[in-house]
């Protein structure tokens, strides 16, 4: 999980006899998308963890996630894999590929954006040497939930 798109908590794999479940589907002329509940994946680190993703009529992609940190601080590690070359910039993570310049920005709480690996990173994992997207540019962000705290992060991604 540290190599594909989606969250980490606390370093950890995610429980591979977790079940993430599909609470609903956007289906409108606006947003195309769905809700999955990933709390059983992510648990005991997290007492809740929803994500919706969306796909925009203007081509941009927004995915929400509402999380609850357990009784302890949660380290969140959301990660995003893309063949697009990364720049961390102040305003997020400017990703080029072609002619096409993207942005990814999170909103909802500070964060510390990053493309991986990086050596000294803790959550750096020698199964990635044997993923085909090991290859690829993993890029994300970092941030922290309080213990017992609730925190909803919307992310977009958005041509410039």
């Known amino acids: ?7 980490s908590v606390n370093g950890k794999y995610h429980k591979a006899d977790g079940r993430a479940s599909l609470i609903e589907v956007n289906d409108t002329p606006g947003r195309k998308g769905g809700t999955v509940d990933l709390t059983a994946v992510l648990s005991p680190d997290l007492e809740k963890a929803v994500r919706t993703g969306e796909l925009i009529s203007d081509g941009s992609l927004e995915i929400r996630d509402e999380l609850m940190a357990s009784t302890f601080p949660a380290f969140i590690r959301w990660t995003f ?6 720049e961390v910039r102040e305003d997020g993570i400017h990703l080029f590929q072609g002619d096409v310049e993207m942005l990814l920005k999170a909103e909802g709480t500070d964060v510390c954006y990053k493309i991986w690996p990086d050596k000294d990173d803790p959550s750096m994992n020698e199964v990635a040497k044997f993923d085909p997207g090991a290859g690829k540019t993993i890029c994300g ?3 922290t939930i309080a213990a017992k705290s609730a925190l909803t992060v919307t992310t977009s991604l958005r041509k410039l």
């Open 141 to 143: 962000f970092t941030f």
């Open 81 to 86: 894999v893309t063949p697009a070359r990364a």
């Open 1 to 7: 999980n540290f190599y594909h798109n989606t969250i």
